[in-house]
């Protein structure tokens, strides 16, 4: 594997930092979960847009550059390291998208993907429901054919954006089938969140920020240009979004490098030299960062070359490496965590008590071994699927 980057990935990257020294808002936004900083956050969006650095890895005619995986790799060190906003657009750019690049038509995809670039529609995903979590093959929320489309009713929870959000994707259940499969009789649908028969009801985290809404549908009608493949294999074009979810899409490297990095500075201005312990809690922060970002480039090399079956491509296709993707995600969760208590522990009660980006970022992070699949799920995965080891527990 080659590590070097070509005298135009060294380009590229120029260009990105230039970019963004000059266009990153000095003073930070206020929270994306507020309905005050999610409309900054969309305005931000936006403004990516404008030099089509909202999507880099897209095709030119939805907003992109046709950035292969590398130049998108680099694109996120630059963008985590020059302190940018949180994306409020992630949902959509970082999921759905590639599902739509994947199972969408042309039609749909022309329809969609340019104003997720922009910001102007911003996505939520509909996916847990009350009692279906990581088990999301026994979701009951259903979707019956009606003239022109579908009526959707039933419960979603923990849609992450939705309470500020305009639309939402999810899968549903259309057909009752065989209750011995489950996975089957599900379709995949994209609604307006505004729509007659819809409820957005607010979910507030530990802070008191509403990062998540539960979704009552009642007879909400969605047209058939709204469906997202063959209606009945919503599971299958679902476990592509999953693969993206687990995967880098949601967690780049970028993000850990910079946040390790502003670990740095926070132990040389509040640690102290006697506090090995905590010195050593930092080092192995760093470690964890570069260790991620060497693992990523691995999978990405193996990606581009078309290994295990993957095309190379312009949009990266996490999703194609499939079982690798829970390898991941149980790292960058776990990884989240520790940096954040490290960083809290520095502070010391000034970072518990404050309302500051390692107190918000701490928060977040105690949800991503919940999130995107819980980690004994993945655990399991890895177990049977990458190391061929017997069924277990379930």
């Known amino acids: 594997m080659d590590l070097s980057y070509s005298a135009d990935e060294d380009v590229f990257r120029a260009e990105a930092r230039e970019w963004l020294r000059a266009h990153v808002p000095e003073e930070p936004l206020p929270s994306l979960e507020t309905a005050e ?3 900054a956050h969309r305005l931000w969006e936006a403004e990516l847009a ?3 650095w909202s999507v880099v890895s897209w095709p030119g005619r939805y907003g992109g550059r046709d950035a292969d995986i590398f130049r998108w790799l680099i ?7 020059a302190g940018a906003p949180g994306r409020v657009s992630q949902n959509g750019i970082n999921l759905l998208a590639p599902t739509l690049f994947d199972h969408a038509t042309e039609e749909q995809r022309a329809r969609v993907l340019p104003s997720m670039a922009t910001g102007e529609v911003v996505w939520a995903q509909a996916w847990s429901e009350p009692e279906s979590g990581s088990d999301l093959a026994s979701l009951t929320s259903r979707a019956v054919r009606t003239e022109g489309g579908w009526l959707l009713a039933g419960q979603k929870t923990w849609s992450s954006r ?8 999810g899968i549903f259940r259309t057909d009752p089938g065989d209750p011995e499969r489950p996975h089957r009789g599900l379709t995949y649908l994209m609604f307006d969140l505004r729509a007659p028969g819809v409820t957005v009801r607010p979910i507030g985290r530990l802070d008191g920020k509403p990062a998540f809404a539960e979704l009552f549908l009642d007879e ?6 709204d469906v997202i493949g063959e209606p009945g294999q919503g599971w299958r074009i679902a476990m592509s979004t999953t693969g993206n979810e687990r995967g880098l899409m949601l967690r780049s490297p970028g993000r850990f490098l910079a946040a390790a990095d502003r670990l740095v500075r926070l132990w040389r201005t509040h640690g102290e030299t006697g506090d090995t312990a905590l010195r050593d809690r930092v080092a192995d ?10 693992f990523t480039a691995g999978g990405a090399s193996r990606f581009a070359s078309g290994a295990g079956g993957a095309p190379a491509r312009a949009e990266p296709r996490v999703g194609e490496i499939g079982a690798e993707s829970s390898l991941n ?16 522990d520095l502070l010391g009660a000034e970072g518990e008590l404050s309302d500051t980006e390692w107190a918000e970022g701490h928060v977040f992070s105690l949800a991503g071994p919940i999130y995107a699949g819980t980690n004994e799920i993945q655990r399991d995965i890895i177990a049977e699927r990458l190391l061929g080891l017997p069924k277990g527990r379930r």
């Open 37 to 39: 900083g999610f409309a």
């Open 75 to 81: 694109f996120e060190e630059e963008y985590y390291a």
């Open 329 to 344: 995600k149980v790292f960058w969760s776990e990884y989240d965590i520790a940096l954040h208590e490290t960083a809290l």
């Open 50 to 52: 404008s030099d089509r």
């Open 162 to 169: 939705a309470a500020f959000a305009d639309r939402a994707f």
């Open 285 to 294: 922060a760093v470690i964890g960062a570069r260790a991620y970002q060497l």
């Open 220 to 225: 909400v009608f969605v047209p058939d240009e």
